[in-house]
């Protein structure tokens, strides 16, 4: 597979990534522990070189089977993980964020012996705090990159002015936020900031959670600790609206002979040379499909063609409740 440098930094990676928090969190109960390891190691033997995880997922366990899974081959890879979110210590779940300096080294070396290595690749603030200043957490991460233990900071759907402070403490390698065609904020300040400022971007959920794949509609059933049953955008009057941008990737995919997915993938690819998209998957056949999407050339006219028909769909339903939309963006 080709890679890709995540804007000015030095940090290159596969073309695709490879999005694992829905091997243990998130999407239902979490799957078979040696089928995914099995699954992460084939990723690498088919080219993927970059792999996202987060304390919060599970919490725990993801960041522990990427460990396991990655460790044969911890110097060919490049992992990311997150810090900033406070945990319940019974339950394990989050009970809002925490990124002050203290906070933040801890994590890094609990998160370090998770992932079995001496050092993270990219390590992110998950979620903006706002009763702690961002040059503060900026600097933290600065001491962890001076100590060797962190090798680039990266940041998870902040606002631009919060990209620009943290970048002027800490230069910014990446920023993590979502973006597909159906979520399409970032182009508005956050894209042009960044090609400004050299920072790459790597989009999570660049397949809508797995709506763009074409595989579902308004009655496909979730599993009930599955999270897209909160969020306003998949309730069945919402996915029932939404399947007009299915139905426009669907036409271009059978013109490329390629799938929706391979096309919402191929789309995003086609944005920016610095950016790249991070799918997740517990299939092998999906991993094949995502990654098969870097092969796929949008010529302009496809490029066009696409942007004329979505600017006519109006997409239906928030990404998230009010509560977690509040947390983005700061």
Not at 110 to 124: Q, W
Request: neutral net charge; charged residues 30%; contains cysteine.
């Amino acid at each position: 597979m080709q890679k890709r440098k995540l804007g000015k930094s030095n940090l290159e990676v596969s073309t695709i990534g490879l999005g694992c928090m829905g091997m243990s969190f998130g999407y239902g109960p979490p799957k078979d522990k040696q089928e995914m390891i099995s699954l992460l190691r084939k990723a690498v033997e088919l080219g993927v070189t970059f792999f996202d995880t987060a304390e919060v997922y599970g919490p725990f366990t993801n960041e522990e089977l990427v460990g396991e899974a990655l460790a044969p081959v911890r110097r060919k890879v490049v992992i990311a993980t997150k810090f900033g979110f406070k945990l319940d210590p019974k339950t394990g779940r989050s009970i809002g964020v925490d990124s002050r300096p203290e906070h933040i080294k801890e994590v890094a070396e609990a998160s370090l012996k998770r992932l079995r290595t001496d050092v993270i690749d990219l390590f992110y603030q998950h979620r903006v705090d706002p009763d702690v200043p961002i040059d503060d957490v900026a600097g933290a991460v600065k001491e962890l990159i001076r100590e060797g233990k962190v090798k680039h900071f990266g940041l998870s759907e902040p606002g631009v002015q919060t990209i620009r402070r943290a970048h002027a403490v800490q230069p910014v390698t990446a920023v993590q936020n979502e973006y597909s065609l159906w979520w399409r904020r970032p182009e508005q300040e956050v894209l042009p900031a960044l090609e400004e400022l050299g920072i790459g971007f790597v989009p999570y959920s660049p397949l809508g959670r797995g709506f763009l794949t074409g595989r579902m509609d308004e009655n496909t059933p979730f599993e009930a600790s599955d999270f897209r049953n909160t969020l306003p955008r998949f309730t069945p009057e919402a996915r029932k609206a939404n399947l007009a941008l299915v139905h426009l990737l669907n036409e271009i995919a059978k013109r490329k002979k390629a799938t929706p997915a391979q096309i919402a993938l191929a789309w995003l690819l086609a944005q920016k040379p610095w950016l790249v998209p991070i799918p997740g998957t517990t299939k092998l056949k999906r991993l094949e499909e995502n990654i098969g999407a870097a092969e796929i050339e949008l010529t302009p006219d496809d490029l066009r063609e696409i942007e004329d028909a979505a600017s006519e769909i109006k997409v239906q339903g928030a990404r998230y409740p009010e509560h977690l939309e509040q947390m983005t963006g700061r």
